[in-house]
């Protein structure tokens, strides 16, 4: 079974820091570009970064840019998403998705990808 797991999520205060990590299971993901996005409550999901399957291209949302970092690690089988700086505006559920892709390309786009994780909640309060 093909499985994508997101952990990290949390509380934090404003100009904290969090890493989220997404393990996939059943599947490696070497030849898979992987999308960070996020949904927070009555808006539409966005497209917050994603990482080719090589790492050699990436991409980030402008509201991110500079606060967030996507890295992945294939021997461990899992993607991060380093998070500095945090916002109020950055409280939503985050989810990872993957998209198999040989190509040193990724999009932010959600209907480019055929596999979803569950989300993990990240609130950015005082």
């Known amino acids: 079974q093909l499985q994508l797991v997101e952990s990290g999520g949390g509380l934090v205060q404003p100009g904290g820091s969090l890493r989220l990590s997404c393990t996939a299971s059943g599947f490696t993901l070497d030849y898979y570009a992987i999308g960070w996005f996020r949904q927070a409550p009555g808006k539409e999901r966005e497209g917050v970064s994603c990482i080719s399957s090589s790492g050699g291209s990436t991409d980030y949302a402008d509201s991110v840019k500079g606060r967030f970092t996507i890295s992945r690690d294939n021997a461990k089988n899992t993607v991060y998403l380093q998070m500095n700086s945090l916002k109020p505006e950055d409280t939503a559920i985050y989810y990872c998705?993957?998209?198999?892709?040989?190509?040193?390309?990724?999009?932010?786009?959600?209907?480019?990808?055929?596999?979803w994780g569950q989300g993990t909640q990240i609130t950015v309060s005082s």
């Open positions: 998705a993957a998209r198999r892709r040989l190509s040193d390309l990724c999009v932010r786009a959600a209907y480019d990808y055929e596999y």
